[in-house]
């Protein structure tokens, strides 16, 4: 079955990537100029394992939430392979667009965050809501818009691909009937009781598995710790009053950046040749109307209103061009890697310096904040001498009417929990000796925190006895596993065939004939066997799939394939030519993504695929 995988699964990657962005505050981070080894390579810029791991790790866990089961050896080497593979094309299409002058306006970014429903409260864009989600996840306003930049830019790229291009004849045709397809099949259900697995396994056989696995088995270290916290809340000013003299100073120190570079309101249309852009443009010239114009020569381009611009959104070049003109006015036909452009200049927004009662109450809100921020990092830092001197927790704690608390951790970090189970926290519990202080050490940019360890349980291994239910259960799956990969599947054999009768009791499995559509979903049928049985040959038994929700598994046998009718073709014509210019989309994507690896020299260090990685 045809499937839009690259772009489904790179839309789901641009998500992926800004969500990493909270855990990166930027590329830079990752880049690894000093290491002799590194995970990926592209275009000489070096990405560290810590990087590449910290995006497998979160996909892994997803994937556990999802199919509730840790992930076979093989499935994490597949699910890296798929993650890999979207890293570097998302890095590609970044690299590609900028060469290409791509750029993200500030208009074309609002409209973006606009889209997000998490920052909105009753139904209108809230931007205290917008504020403490990017600080939750320990990104700047400024980090949080440039990592949305990169995404508007690599979506921009994508959909350039599909500007001015028409559909392949006969595509449409061919995708239909692979979507409205039906299959007649026989179905086989085996439940796991069903196998012919001894009911006990011996205590030696158990004895191997607690010896093979004995490190996932141990009762981690666990430390008793007492801890105060100290948050910038404490040191608020009490008085919210600024003197308008010190205002005006800060006005005046700063006046360069309440300047507002002069903005165009600019509409474009993209042609396909010289020829439709030289005709077009003496029309205009005559009169004719700008949007009438981009209707005749690209009803394809959707991208007409470019929007409020500033010199900085493009090459000196093409700025040059466009702000030279009046209000009115129109470019001439400009070459650019996407293709060629018109231009047309609807309104100037002129350069403006904002007044000090303009921004005033902003000034104030800064220094204000500025101020406590500054007196909060002295109280620390009078904390950090007391500490030196000998003061304890106890002490602390009562000069700054704090609660002293109590904990017991374990070394496993979870951001998501309360602030004794953050990266900080965890590596100060460990850092710190048995009934000694740790040093004041940072919570967030508003909360500092000062331990100290009154308690250590060391690590230890569990008795055999105590894990003989677990043991029993990683036993049964081995032995279900090595059963189900032993069941012979061919054409010419029999499913109750001798061998497979030594494996399997027939009297207690189920047998059924069905018809499967590909395009409707049978709620008895796992998606993922649904996609199998569409792929298999007629006539040949699907490879065992295993329900682990239903514990049965499960074998097929299309044995017909009913194709639809030329007037049910036309019936679903146009509900599906907006995904065959998709997956047109996709097929040149593909091919660029392709040239663009060789182009920047992508090397994968192939050390990421062990298992142990």
């Known amino acids: 079955m045809i499937q839009n995988k690259l772009l489904r699964n790179f839309v789901k990657f641009l998500l992926l990537v800004l969500i990493l962005a909270f855990a990166f505050s930027s590329l830079r981070d990752v880049f690894v100029k000093k290491e002799l080894t590194?995970?990926?390579?592209?275009?000489?810029?070096?990405?560290?394992?810590?990087?590449?791991?910290?995006?497998?790790?979160?996909?892994?866990?997803?994937?556990?939430?999802?199919?509730?089961?840790?992930?076979?050896?093989?499935?994490?080497?597949?699910?890296?392979?798929?993650?890999?593979?979207?890293?570097?094309?998302?890095?590609?299409?970044?690299?590609?667009?900028?060469?290409?002058?791509?750029?993200?306006?500030?208009?074309?970014?609002?409209?973006?965050?606009?889209?997000?429903?998490?920052?909105?409260?009753?139904?209108?864009?809230?931007?205290?809501?917008?504020?403490?989600v990017i600080k939750q996840y320990g990104v700047s306003e400024q980090g949080f818009i440039d990592k949305l930049k990169e995404d508007v830019i690599r979506a921009t790229f994508v959909d350039s691909i599909s500007a001015n291009k028409s559909v392949i004849p006969g595509l449409t045709e061919v995708i239909l009937e692979d979507v409205l397809q039906t299959r007649e099949l026989e179905l086989v259900k085996i439940p796991f009781s069903a196998f012919k697995i001894p009911t006990r396994p011996e205590d030696s056989e158990l004895k191997h598995i607690y010896e093979e696995n004995k490190s996932k088995f141990k009762i981690p270290e666990k430390r008793k710790v007492e801890y105060v916290t100290i948050s910038s809340e404490l040191f608020e000013e009490q008085s919210n009053e600024?003197?308008?003299?010190?205002?005006?100073?800060?006005?005046?120190?700063?006046?360069?950046?309440?300047?507002?570079?002069?903005?165009?309101?600019?509409?474009?249309?993209?042609?396909?040749?010289?020829?439709?852009?030289?005709?077009?443009?003496?029309?205009?010239?005559?009169?004719?109307?700008?949007?009438?114009?981009?209707?005749?020569?690209?009803?394809?381009?959707?991208?007409?209103?470019?929007?409020?611009?500033?010199?900085?959104?493009?090459?000196?070049?093409?700025s040059g061009k466009l702000f030279n003109l009046k209000v009115g006015g129109i470019s001439e036909?400009?070459?650019?890697?996407?293709?060629?452009?018109?231009?047309?200049?609807?309104?100037?927004?002129?350069?403006?310096?904002?007044?000090?009662?303009?921004?005033?109450?902003?000034?104030?809100?800064?220094?204000?904040?500025?101020?406590?921020?500054?007196?909060?990092?002295?109280?620390?830092?009078?904390i950090q001498t007391e500490l030196k001197q000998g003061k304890t927790l106890e002490v602390i704690a009562k000069d700054y009417n704090q609660k002293l608390s109590l904990a017991e951790i374990i070394n496993s970090v979870d951001e998501n929990g309360d602030i004794t189970h953050i990266k900080s926290f965890v590596e100060n519990s460990f850092n710190t000796k048995l009934n000694q202080q740790s040093e004041i050490f940072p919570i967030d940019s508003d909360k500092f925190c000062i331990l100290r360890i009154i308690g250590i349980t060391p690590e230890k291994n569990q008795e055999l006895d105590e894990l003989k239910p677990q043991l029993k259960q990683i036993w049964y799956s081995k032995e279900l596993s090595s059963f189900i990969n032993q069941i012979k599947i061919s054409e010419k054999e029999k499913l109750d065939s001798e061998a497979n009768t030594k494996l399997i009791d027939f009297s207690n499995i189920q047998l059924s004939k069905i018809k499967l559509s590909s395009s409707k979903f049978d709620n008895e049928i796992p998606l993922d066997f649904h996609k199998v049985i569409f792929e298999s040959k007629i006539n040949y038994y699907t490879k065992p799939f295993i329900d682990y929700v239903h514990e049965e598994v499960l074998l097929a046998k299309p044995t017909k394939v009913d194709l639809p009718s030329k007037e049910e073709i036309e019936k679903h014509r146009l509900l599906y030519d907006s995904q065959v210019n998709q997956i047109e989309q996709e097929i040149i994507l593909m091919d660029i993504l392709k040239k663009l690896k060789d182009k920047f020299n992508v090397v994968v260090n192939h050390k990421i695929f062990d298992h142990s990685f």
């Open 333 to 382: 036909i400009i070459e650019t890697p996407l293709g060629l452009y018109i231009f047309k200049i609807e309104k100037i927004i002129p350069e403006k310096k904002k007044s000090f009662d303009e921004v005033k109450d902003l000034l104030k809100k800064e220094y204000l904040k500025d101020l406590k921020f500054n007196n909060f990092l002295n109280s620390i830092k009078k």
């Open 242 to 318: 600024v003197a308008e003299a010190k205002l005006r100073k800060i006005y005046e120190e700063k006046s360069f950046l309440f300047v507002e570079s002069e903005k165009r309101d600019v509409k474009q249309i993209q042609f396909s040749s010289l020829n439709n852009a030289n005709k077009a443009r003496e029309e205009i010239i005559k009169g004719v109307d700008f949007a009438e114009i981009a209707k005749k020569y690209a009803p394809n381009f959707n991208s007409y209103n470019l929007g409020i611009i500033t010199e900085k959104d493009f090459d000196d070049d093409i």
């Open 38 to 132: 590194y995970a990926l390579k592209i275009a000489d810029v070096e990405y560290s394992f810590a990087y590449v791991n910290k995006i497998f790790q979160e996909a892994i866990k997803e994937s556990k939430i999802k199919h509730g089961r840790d992930l076979s050896q093989n499935d994490t080497s597949k699910l890296k392979s798929e993650i890999l593979e979207n890293i570097v094309d998302s890095i590609l299409i970044l690299l590609e667009a900028r060469r290409l002058g791509i750029v993200a306006n500030d208009n074309m970014v609002k409209k973006e965050i606009l889209k997000i429903p998490i920052f909105f409260k009753n139904g209108k864009f809230d931007k205290n809501i917008f504020e403490q």
